[in-house]
T-cell receptor, first 113, second 115 residues
């Protein structure tokens, strides 16, 4: 069965420092992987996706993610964090049998000034 | 362009009442999805449609939950005889087509509270 794990409930980083939010996955077949961000009192916003091709995927707001097949990981990264990046981040994988997304439990990113 | 809209944004109801939650997808999007998100958790799949056809309802927790999309656009998720455990955020999403590489765009959600 497809699954996604986000091992960290919370990540704290100082503004201006690089950030990483971790995600590992388990799928049968080729993975379609996604990152979403949730700001308070707002819906989930799509950040980026990996379908095929380059292992480094660039997305919205300066975020990028690195797909690593051997480690079954899809970590979200940003070279220089902003206070406004503070939010809840979800990693998701498409179920291989249907089109539903399977989400991780989320990681709260806190960027301190 | 308008995104996915949901109404109501907040719904408080008494146990045993029926509720209907509405989702209006992005214009032209073929696929529409319903998810439920408990506090502190990621969204969990309920059901999805292509046009008016319900493709997968494996995530609906029991027969009190149903969904329809009669004209292939607006969808309604109905919960009959609500129970306190139904309290959650209900999220709707749409995508161009049910191809795995298409991202799903989410609405703001409906916060349901069952007293």
């Amino acid at each position: 069965a497809q699954s996604v794990a986000q091992p960290e409930d919370q990540v704290n980083v100082a503004e201006g420092n690089p950030l990483t939010v971790k995600c590992t996955y388990s799928v049968s077949g080729n993975p379609y992987l996604f990152w979403y961000v949730q700001y308070p009192n707002r819906g989930l916003q799509f950040l980026l996706k990996y379908i095929t091709g380059d292992n480094l995927v660039k997305g919205s707001y300066g975020f990028e993610a690195e797909f690593n097949k051997s480690q079954t990981s899809f970590h979200l990264k940003k070279p220089s964090a902003l206070v406004s990046d503070s939010a809840l981040y979800f990693c998701a994988v498409r179920d291989g049998n249907t089109d539903k997304l399977i989400f991780g439990t989320g990681t709260r990113l806190q960027v301190f000034p | 362009g308008a995104g996915v809209s949901q109404s109501p944004r907040y719904k408080v109801t008494k146990r045993g009442q029926d509720v209907a939650l509405r989702c209006d997808p992005i214009s032209g999007h073929v696929s529409l999805y319903w998810y439920r998100q408990a506090l502190g958790q990621g969204p969990e799949f309920l059901t999805y449609f292509n046009y008016e056809a319900q493709q997968d309802k494996s995530g609906l927790p029991n027969d009190r939950f149903s969904a329809e999309r009669p004209e292939g656009s607006i969808s309604t998720l109905t919960i009959q005889r609500t129970e306190q455990r139904d309290s959650a955020m209900y999220r709707c999403a749409s995508s161009l087509r049910d191809r795995g590489y298409n991202e799903q765009f989410f609405g703001p959600g409906t916060r349901l509270t069952v007293l």
